[in-house]
Nanobody
Framework: QLQASGGGLVQAGGSLRLSCAAS????????MGWFRQAPGKEREFVAA????????YYADSVKGRFTISRDNAKNTVYLQMNSLKSEDTAVYYC????????????????WGQGTLVTVSS
């Protein structure tokens, strides 16, 4: 089970940190990802991290602004979002896939509930 939290309202240029707490099982060997869905748009990939190796992957739109990380002891994945823009407004979802190197949404079988991030300009 994945539980996302940390969303809220922030001004453009501000920061937020999202958390995704995993419970009920270990996600060792999995890829953990963040996706987002803006109003009227399809859900899109944001970032992912290999639970085992710590390798990270980012969408071009967030590179240099967002950082994904994990805390193995807390079984939690984070998404630090800096320099937020109005176009970052979306519902953010965390997800997990046993396919270690996949970034395809279709491969992510475990999903948390979304957390809303609203960036005001």
């Amino acid at each position: 089970q994945l539980q996302a939290s940390g969303g809220g309202l922030v001004q453009a240029g501000g920061s937020l940190r999202l958390s995704c707490a995993a419970s009920g099982r270990t996600f060792s060997g999995y890829n953990m990802g963040w996706f987002r869905q803006a109003p009227g748009k399809e859900r899109e990939f944001v970032a992912a991290i290999s639970w085992s190796s710590g390798s990270t992957y980012y969408a071009d739109s967030v590179k240099g602004r967002f950082t994904i990380s994990r805390d193995n002891a807390k079984n939690t994945v984070y998404l630090q979002m800096n320099s937020l823009k109005s176009e970052d407004t979306a519902v953010y979802y965390c997800a997990a896939t046993p396919r270690a190197y996949s970034l395809r949404e279709a491969d992510f079988g475990s999903w948390g509930q979304g957390t809303l991030v609203t960036v005001s300009s």
